[in-house]
């Protein structure tokens, strides 16, 4: 009689998830995720996603206190059990594309009702709210400034890290519907103050951690950005990345950085980049009769440095303190300090110069976290490559050992 063997694999899956079902050891279970057979290993985590969501979250919601989630198992989690004594929550890579109903994109009024404000509702005595995406802007952002006040509001929430859509979303987080709220963590992408939209302009004694990171150009500056910290009379900590264009009106970055801090008197950590397009001939007189380093106020805080970068008819100045944090830094030229940027992912140069090639070592050297470099070459004329005078050797290969994304322009500048 011919006898024949039946592997595992070769079950159903019906047979095979009934026997991962059966498995009470644990350990014999996670020793079959990772082998190399993505049948098995779809099979095991799904065995072990139902356990917890169907057996184990059911028996012990009432003690949980902290969850770190992605949003594809979002809605099984709030399906699965009632959370009464969850304080801190955290949503992490929120994408845009997320199956789950309760994260179908429709307008950012609808998606912040029924999805943000769904959050908050949820979790009744959540204190701690941090969502972050994996690219920029990864998801459709918070926006409250045409819903009601009680829309996305709590009575225990102290800790907030999100995006906005707009500034003005930033202005309306601050109305009263956070009551409690001592740090608030923002990113925001468009200017956007509806002058039609009153806001309260209470202060704001229970903030002592505000960080704002405005990724986009503002063209109309205005003071809310001053004016907000000065509500927050007992700021601790303060962080802000703005990046200003105003040909119209010249804006001091010395000025304006001491304005941010000259009234926080209990202000101990102040960590900034700001930068300010002008004019070629405003810059080039400004710096003549200015230095950032001595007349910047307040150098109790971090050191300060500064980069200029020059296009065909404007200039830009970057001043930010020392070490940078930020993950992105934008339109800086053929000479920056001799630092090393650890946390910039996302890079863009340009410069009226020829870049050469130990230009592009010197970046590889100083920004070693990059992953999007943007490259812009202003230059005005043809330009024959020369050797470097620093012992660098001229066809030196050039490394970007995390570089996912290259984009290499050239701009006729007589055009």
Do not use: W
Not at 55 to 65: A, C, F, G, K, S
Not at 68 to 84: D, G, N, Q
Not at 336 to 345: D, E, Q, R
């Amino acid at each position: 009689m011919n006898q024949s063997s039946v592997q595992l694999l070769d079950l159903p899956d019906e047979v095979l998830l009934d026997i991962l079902k059966k498995l009470d050891n644990v350990d014999v279970l996670y020793a079959l995720f990772g082998i190399d057979n993505g049948r098995l290993n779809r099979t095991t985590v799904d065995s072990v996603l139902d356990r917890l969501f169907n057996y184990i979250l059911p028996q012990i919601h009432d003690n949980v206190e902290c969850l770190t989630v992605e949003p594809a198992f979002m809605e099984r989690i709030l399906l699965a059990a009632h959370y009464p004594n969850l304080t801190e929550l955290k949503i992490n890579d929120f994408q845009r594309d997320n199956s789950s109903r309760y994260f179908a994109v429709g307008s950012l009024k609808v998606y912040t009702k029924n999805v943000f404000a769904r959050v908050l509702t949820s979790f009744e005595n959540l204190n701690h709210l941090n969502v972050t995406g994996t690219t920029i802007p990864a998801y459709p952002s918070l926006s409250v400034c045409y819903l009601p006040s009680n829309t996305f509001s709590s009575s225990t929430l102290t800790y907030l890290c999100i995006n906005v859509s707009y500034f003005t979303d930033c202005l309306c987080l601050h109305d009263g519907r956070l009551k409690h709220l001592c740090t608030l963590i923002v990113r925001s992408y468009c200017m956007g103050t509806d002058l039609s939209i009153v806001h309260n302009l209470n202060e704001l004694p229970k903030m002592k951690v505000f960080s704002l990171i405005h990724y986009g150009l503002i063209e109309e500056y205005n003071d809310k950005f001053v004016s907000l910290v000065r509500r927050m009379l007992y700021l601790e900590k303060l962080t802000f990345y703005l990046r200003i264009a105003c040909p119209s009106v010249y804006i001091d970055p010395i000025n304006l950085m001491n304005e941010f801090s000259v009234n926080t008197l209990r202000l101990h950590s102040f960590n900034f980049y700001l930068s300010t397009e002008n004019n070629r001939n405003d810059l080039a007189r400004y710096l003549s009769n200015n230095n950032v380093k001595q007349n910047y106020t307040n150098t109790r805080y971090q050191e300060v440095s500064n980069i200029v970068s020059f296009s065909v008819n404007t200039a830009t100045h970057h001043a930010f303190t020392l070490p940078f944090e930020f993950i992105t830094l934008l339109g800086i030229g053929n000479i920056f300090p001799n630092i090393v940027f650890k946390n910039v992912s996302e890079l863009s140069v340009y410069d009226v110069v020829p870049l050469e090639h130990e230009f592009f070592l010197r970046i590889a050297q100083a920004f070693r976290m990059l992953k999007r470099f943007y490259v812009t070459d202003l230059s005005l004329h043809s330009h024959n490559s020369k050797k470097s005078t620093d012992n660098v050797e001229p066809h030196q290969i050039v490394e970007y050992r995390r570089l996912t994304f290259l984009d290499i322009t050239r701009v006729d500048a007589n055009m």
